[in-house]
């Protein structure tokens, strides 16, 4: 099993890390997780064009953590209770941000595929896209 040096002579296998990992809660978990996207991103990224990072980093926005929340509890509270008037209003506007960050997304890819000569199709697998933003 890998472990990982943390600091001289302190050495921390990968299940220890899951392990503490599985303690954190929603809200934790998801910064975590952007966070190692992003450090992800970066490792895979090195060999890239001003133009190519730009583009995977755009590509890579999402609605932040704490607004998909709400969104899903709004979503939720709609199915099963219904929503007041400025609930609705706000279900709304969150549903516009996501479409927003979806179409930004998809032009990103689309260029980025164009510098790259390939189809969009090529890339979204190279990149391990499967399917567009979903919260829910």
């Not at 890998?2 to 296998?13: D, M, S």
């Not at 809200?27 to 966070?35: A, D, Q, V, Y």
């Amino acid at each position: 099993m890998a472990t990982i040096e943390i600091k001289p002579k302190v050495k921390v296998g990968l299940n220890e890390i899951l392990d503490g990992i599985s303690q954190l809660d929603v809200k934790e978990l998801e910064s975590f997780f952007n966070r190692v996207g992003t450090l992800l991103a970066h490792r895979k990224t090195q060999h890239l064009t001003e133009s190519e990072f730009q583009l995977l980093s755009e590509i890579n926005k999402s609605l932040p953590p704490d607004h998909r929340q709400r969104y899903l509890k709004l979503k939720e509270k709609r199915g099963q209770a219904g929503l007041s008037e400025a609930e609705q209003q706000e279900l709304l506007a969150m549903s516009d941000e996501i479409e927003r960050i979806g179409v930004r997304r998809l032009e990103c890819l689309v260029e980025l595929a164009k510098l790259r000569s390939i189809s969009l199709d090529e890339l979204m697998e190279q990149l391990g896209i499967k399917a567009p933003l979903a919260y829910g």
